[in-house]
């Protein structure tokens, strides 16, 4: 992959990642009780532990994807961004259009997601 193609992944991974934070500092600001209420709204379980629950899984899977963009961002430094962290081949670049943090080939993320260690 060229310099410019890497600059402009770099810019849209940056971007996503802001929002993400930004999403991520939402998320614990409001507070569980407010998280809470929201839940229940959405779903029809007075339970408050899955409610709670659901919140935390919001955060996790914000979490999770900071991770992955900052390890997308760590291998455009190393220039070796668009390469597959397992097998090493090239991911296809119609995958990262659609998910510029994709760290993984489609087949290496089937894999892992089969095995139960990806989210
Ligand atoms: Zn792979």
């Known amino acids: 992959m060229n310099k410019k193609k890497l ?3 770099k810019e849209i991974l940056l971007e996503r ?3 993400l934070s930004a999403d991520l500092q ?3 600001e409001r507070g569980l009780d407010q ?3 929201d839940a229940m709204d959405t779903i029809d379980q007075a339970d408050s532990s899955v409610a ?17 963009i900052d390890i ?4 455009i430094k190393r220039e070796e961004f668009g ?3 397992s097998c090493g081949e090239d991911i296809p ?6 998910r510029p943090n994709a760290i993984y080939c489609i087949q290496c993320k089937d894999e892992i997601e089969k095995r139960g260690n990806l989210k």
């Open 26 to 28: 939402r998320q614990s």
């Open 93 to 98: 670049e119609g995958r990262l259009k659609a």
């Open 7 to 9: 600059e402009h992944y």
């Open 35 to 37: 998280d809470r209420s």
């Open 52 to 68: 709670a629950d659901l919140n935390l899984t919001r955060r996790e899977m914000i979490t999770q994807q900071i991770r992955d």
């Open 17 to 19: 990642r802001l929002e």
């Open 83 to 85: 390469v597959c962290e």
């Open 72 to 75: 997308a961002l760590e291998k």
